[in-house]
């Protein structure tokens, strides 16, 4: 196997954890919002954190090697128009996810806030929270801008 072989194995594999990700946050995303209990909503921080792990595992990865192979192979230049569309929508994906983040992010201090006051029982405002359509519009955004990366990779429109 070539060095370029595996950087596009890297490139992939890097891919796959950033879709991972984003798919754990849709199932985390369908089950916060069954809830307005500030312990379950604090429960599923742990899982967060694996899904922001593996999302900045798989945005730089894809970044950094997909940039490394579009300057080593010679077929593919950075300025190709793929590329720099696919660059576009990798940002738009950072933006939205991070505004995902944010949104639930709030939910989850909180979840933790009404826990340390000893609320431990249903509460309105964290149920709204939980439930926020900003948040499920910026995901639906970042999944829209992975999709488009994707089929940009494959079929390399102008390539």
């Known amino acids: 196997m070539s060095l370029d072989d595996w950087i596009l194995a890297l490139h992939v594999l890097s891919a796959f954890a950033f879709i991972g ?54 077929e593919y230049q950075v300025w190709d128009g793929w590329v720099l569309g696919a660059l576009v929508l990798w940002a738009i994906a950072m933006e939205t996810g991070r505004r995902t983040g944010i949104e639930y992010t709030n939910a989850m201090n909180k979840a933790q806030e009404l826990r340390a006051a000893g609320q431990t029982g249903a509460s309105a405002e964290l149920w709204a929270m939980n439930r926020t359509p900003t948040g499920v519009l910026m995901q639906t955004a970042t999944s829209v801008a992975a999709l488009l990366i994707l089929i940009d990779m494959i079929w390399k429109p102008g390539a």
């Open 21 to 74: 990700a984003l798919v754990l946050f849709w199932i985390l995303i369908v089950a916060v919002r069954r809830t307005d209990q500030p312990d379950v909503t604090v429960g599923m921080e742990p899982v967060a954190r694996i899904g922001n792990i593996a999302t900045g595992i798989g945005a730089t990865g894809t970044l950094v090697f997909g940039i490394w192979l579009a300057i080593s192979k010679d």
